[in-house]
């Protein structure tokens, strides 16, 4: 059974930084494109950042380029999400996923097999 477990949100003020950080078990890490999403309040889920499996490949949103880096660590199995130059906007329940296809690129939730339960960031202005 493959879990995702993100970690590392918190209440940030604006302009401020934050890593998150995402534990992926029970399968082969090196096997899945991993992404970021992230749900603000009252709207829907949206993408933010993917990493291809060998990482090399990278894409993001275009509210975040720039200001968010995405990167991974197929030995220790854990994407993370360093989110600097943070703004009100960015505040969102953000999701770590797992994509099992080999097809690239990918930025759709329905294109992602695993999920995490979320972790809460909060932007104060």
């Known amino acids: 059974q493959v879990q995702l477990v993100e970690s590392g949100g918190g209440l940030v003020q604006a302009g401020g930084s934050l890593r998150l950080s995402c534990v992926v078990s029970?399968?082969?890490?090196?096997?899945?494109?991993m992404a970021w999403f992230r749900q603000p309040p009252g709207k829907e889920r949206e993408f933010v950042a993917a990493?291809?499996?060998?990482?090399?490949?990278?894409m993001y949103a275009d509210s975040v380029q720039g200001r968010f880096t995405i990167f991974r660590d197929n030995a220790k199995s854990t994407v993370s999400l360093q989110m600097n130059s943070l703004k009100p906007e960015d505040m969102a329940v953000y999701y770590c996923?797992?994509?099992?296809?080999?097809?690239?690129?990918?930025?759709?939730?329905?294109?992602?097999?695993?999920w995490g339960q979320g972790t809460q960031v909060t932007v104060s202005s």
């Open positions: 029970g399968g082969t890490f090196g096997s899945y494109h």
């Open positions: 990493a291809s499996r060998s990482g090399v490949s990278i």
């Open positions: 996923a797992a994509a099992q296809s080999s097809i690239w690129p990918r930025r759709r939730m329905v294109e992602y097999d695993y």
